[in-house]
């Protein structure tokens, strides 16, 4: 894989202590605390969500640089519909501008970018700048980046119900088919594991409707900043904290 974020020079000592043989595949980050980041600025909320896109280059490029494979953003819920129209309105541009200014980057460096939601419910232009990323980068080798928008976790899983009811319907499946596989190839992550570490910045401790399904084993880490002010350092610290924590999954 072509690698742009090279090794820094001077790497800080936690860095170098991240184990590299033993690094989440999958990290999910739930980015809160844009609209907290811009009322202590008096800036207008939208203007935390900007700032909050310059974390989200930041953090992508620092996440492949240490080898992680997966990152999952929440960057829109279902939910999220019921914010002022001026707020809806300014996120779904942040979208467009961002893949028109970013997709050809990231595909340069090989990133797949796939986005996990009902697209088809999204303004035109938003599902078409979509459709075409992830069409451009499809083929790619690297970072898998999955944006969710336009994403809820019990949508997911009640959407994933509908189509195993088809499958069933139309006598492709048996009841006896129906285990946790199958409902994975259901959900908007079937191509991408479950998550091992979910990151949520802002001082909140709440899943908000994210992953339900598939942070069924994940670790949390939760941290007081808010998203645009999250470093690539804050990062390394979630990745350090994640390795020295003991994951049964259910075993002893
Ligand atoms: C949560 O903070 C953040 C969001 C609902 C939107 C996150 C979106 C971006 C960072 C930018 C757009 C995304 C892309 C991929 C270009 P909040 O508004 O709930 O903050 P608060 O809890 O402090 O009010």
């Not at 800080?12 to 811009?38: F, Q, S, T, V």
């Not at 207008?44 to 953003?73: N, S």
């Not at 006598?171 to 998550?195: A, G, H, R």
């Not at 979910?198 to 994940?218: D, K």
């Amino acid at each position: 894989m072509i690698n742009l974020f090279k090794p820094k020079k001077n790497g800080n000592d936690l860095e170098l202590k991240i184990d590299k043989d033993n690094l989440p595949e999958h990290i999910a980050i739930i980015m809160d605390g844009n609209g907290r980041w811009a009322k202590k600025r008096n800036l207008p909320r939208t203007m935390g969500h900007k700032a909050g896109v310059e974390t989200i280059r930041k953090v992508i490029k620092e996440a492949d640089r240490i080898g992680i494979k997966y990152i999952t953003l929440y960057a829109f819920s279902t939910e999220n519909w019921r914010r002022p129209e001026e707020e809806v309105t300014a996120l779904m541009k942040l979208l467009v501008q961002y893949l028109k200014s970013e997709v050809k980057e990231l595909h340069k460096n090989d990133v797949v970018l796939r986005v996990l939601g009902e697209i088809d419910k999204l303004p035109k232009e938003c599902e078409r700048e979509i459709k075409e990323a992830i069409e451009l980068t499809k083929n790619n080798k690297g970072l898998i980046l999955n944006i969710a928008f336009n994403y809820g976790g019990r949508d997911e899983i009640v959407r994933a119900i509908r189509l195993i009811a088809e499958e069933y319907k139309d006598n492709n499946i048996n009841i006896e088919d129906i285990n946790n596989e199958l409902v994975n190839n259901y959900l908007y992550t079937k191509d991408s594991p479950d998550p091992d570490l979910i990151i949520r910045p802002s001082g909140e401790q709440r899943l908000s409707n994210f992953l339900l399904w598939q942070c069924a084993y994940s670790e949390f880490w939760y941290s007081n900043v808010c998203w645009p002010d999250f470093t690539e350092l804050d990062l390394q610290k979630a990745i350090y904290d994640y390795q020295n924590r003991d994951r049964r999954f259910g075993g002893v």
